[in-house]
């Protein structure tokens, strides 16, 4: 892509902004290149390119440093970069305010991300009174390990994470604890004859990374003087994979209670070592911080606190 050429210094605008060049470049400058914002604006990358080209001429100079992947902005970029989206919040706000206004239910768009097996066990199943209560919303949901960029890229309007994301730019509203279980199938446990910890040294181990820091939260938290070591760890990426080995016998799973609760239920998974204190996480709710009172994500706030990890929803009141 060519720069375009600026002559002089930089002039006050002679016309006004055009709306939907100012979004085709908000969307571009939250991507890392043109070709992702015109995937994401349903457009061709030439559409792109010209929408901010001439957005660089109405406005005097430029917006966008050319001669760098991913995109990079340059200072006056930045800042309306910065601009652009304190305005389209503003505006989803007013037009959910005259909705509201007008005795309507919540209408518009509201994507929604999740981790995978929360989003699958969780909020797939409690979701419903929700989505209920507010027929006129477009609700999205995609359930990823990865949240944040696509947050930060307005690819999503919320998520709910378990890891802890220290970005100003992020609000962060604290929903629920997450306990972990130590976890095998009757079978593993009578063959391999699991009584104490030391016997765990017998069986694999199931983990979702091959290095097996996954089990520190456990292997750190024994009574003093036990000490264990897996004989072999069987990486998988995702818990209910997981889960599904352990079902099977292939290994002993440490994983959040709440994604095993019918397999403990059922017998088909048991318990091991419940005396053995395994810290817990905390899943949290994120949104751009100036996004956090628009009346759609904090209707979803209030109802995904009302939701249990072990039950679903608590009731629909608030939501």
Known sequence: MNDIHVQGDPVIPRESFDLQQLYTFYVAAGSRTFTEASERLHVSQSAVSHAVRKLEQSAGFRLIVRDRSPVRLTDQGQRLYETCGRVFADLRRCREALQKSSGRNLAGRLRIGATVEFGNSILARGAAPFLKRHPRLEVQFTFSHDLVRPLLAD?????????????????????????????????????????EIGDLERVPWLSLDTG?????????????????????????????????????????????????????????????????HIPEDRFFLYCREYRRSEPAIAAFTRFVKG????QGPVSSAGA
Do not use: K
Request: positive net charge; glycine residues 8%; contains cysteine.
């Open 155 to 195: 690819d999503l309007d919320l998520i709910i994470d378990c890891r802890v994301h220290p970005r100003e730019e992020l609000f962060r509203a604290s929903l629920f604890r997450e306990t972990y279980v130590l976890a095998a199938s009757p079978g593993l446990i009578g063959s391999a004859r699991l009584r």
């Open 307 to 310: 939701l249990r990890l072990d």
């Open 212 to 276: 097996g820091e996954w089990w520190q939260r456990f292997l750190t938290h024994l009574p003093p003087g036990v000490g264990v070591n897996p004989r072999r760890l069987l990486p998988v990426n995702h818990l209910r994979g997981i889960i599904h080995l352990a079902m099977e016998g292939a290994g002993v799973a440490l994983v959040p209670a709440y994604c095993v609760q019918s397999e403990l239920a059922r017998g088909s998974l048991r318990q091991l070592f419940p005396e053995v």
